[in-house]
């Protein structure tokens, strides 16, 4: 099932030479496509920086081996442009959305997001998604010109509409936005963005397993029973009888990224075949995604999803560090909003004299913007106790 070296660029590629533009125009500058300069801005920015003490799973204190926020994107970025040379896209374009997919995520996790989004309930709520693209088009502050990075049209479609289409309700960044910037909401993102999509889902499947292996949560028995997992478990095992727990951990990963990856190359191509598009904007315009696994890996998938979620996700240890790193956000939006003099200098200059709803969404920013131990350090700056999350 190996996946042959990059195919030609295809039709409906998106091609930098033809992007949409940036909502500030300026110079080519150098000999960089307008995608290679989005993923380069990307990893100059500073929330990128940040995503090297923000969780995965595990908080940093238990292990220098566990997955971080920063980490799981490389490993995102790994996957997407294998896919994206495969299939004859933009490795660029899928680079730059890998890289950001995660930007607006919040410290600790989706616990820390459930957290954020409950307390912001009653201003627009909270998003991790549409936090990326406000931190892309507002909260990186680098340029003298603008806020923002200043990314090409398609990459802030790619960070909106990765996922598919937006309808009903949109999220606050998003809705703000979407006054200045037509991201056609009603349409599938491009392939590149289903791509780094896609892309996600392969990464955290596979180093979740090695995570919770590492950790002990669950064991290679339990994984066995899983259609996917069992096959190439049985083929190692009868390759290399006896091999070490930790070279074993490390073949079963690189088994299963090379057998997605070649499934979902193997599976958009016939999509892709069956829709014969001319162009990028023919894929917006199909109604359906184009990328994705096939019928019978897609159930296997969800078989290892359906495994994690009690086993990992759900386990008490996992749980029981979230709940006190979700009391963390909790008590810092509130004293945040209770008292401004709590927030440091530049961010209390921020929210003077603004609404409660402006002022709330400005908290937000800031926590949002939060590692995990800057978190923890203003805590402890801020209340007499101080959780353990270990």
Known sequence: ???????????????????????????????????????DRIIHS???????????????????????????????????????????????????????????????????????DACMAAYGGFDHN???????????????????LNLSWETHEGIVKHNGPQAGPLPHA??????????????????????????????????????????????????????????????????????????????????MITVLIADVVEESRRRIAQAAPDSADDIRRLGHAVVGFSVETA????AIKAFLFPRMYRHPRVMETMEAAGDVVRDLFTRYMDDTQALPEEWRASVEGRTEAARARRIADFLAGQTDRYALAEHARLFDRAPELR
């Open 130 to 148: 549409a936090q990326s693209l406000r931190v892309v088009t507002r909260l990186e502050n680098r340029y003298p010109d603008y806020d923002g």
């Open 1 to 39: 099932m190996a996946v042959a070296g990059a195919a030609p660029r295809a039709p409906w590629a998106s091609k930098a030479e033809e992007s949409r533009g940036r909502l500030h125009p300026e110079p080519d500058g150098d000999a960089r496509s307008a995608f290679r300069r989005d993923a």
């Open 46 to 116: 500073s929330a990128f920086r940040r995503l090297a003490y923000k969780t995965q799973v595990f908080s940093y204190h238990e292990g220098d081996h566990y997955r971080t926020r920063l980490t799981h994107t490389l490993e995102v970025v790994q996957v997407a442009r294998s896919v994206a040379r495969a299939l004859g896209l933009d490795e660029d374009l899928s680079e730059a959305l890998a890289l950001a997919h995660d930007l607006g995520h919040p410290p600790f996790a989706h616990a820390g997001e459930r957290v954020l």
């Open 299 to 302: 159930a296997a998938e969800k």
């Open 174 to 255: 998003i809705a703000v936005n979407a006054e200045r910037q037509d991201l056609w909401l009603w349409s599938w993102p491009s392939a590149e963005a289903q791509v780094a999509a896609i892309a996600d889902d392969i990464a955290y499947d596979v180093h979740d397993l090695d995570d919770g292996l590492r950790a002990g949560l669950f064991d290679l028995t339990e994984l066995a029973a899983l259609p996917l997992v069992e096959t190439i478990l049985a083929d190692i095992r009868a390759r290399w009888p006896g091999l070490d727990r930790a070279r074993m951990f490390h073949e079963l990963g690189r088994r």
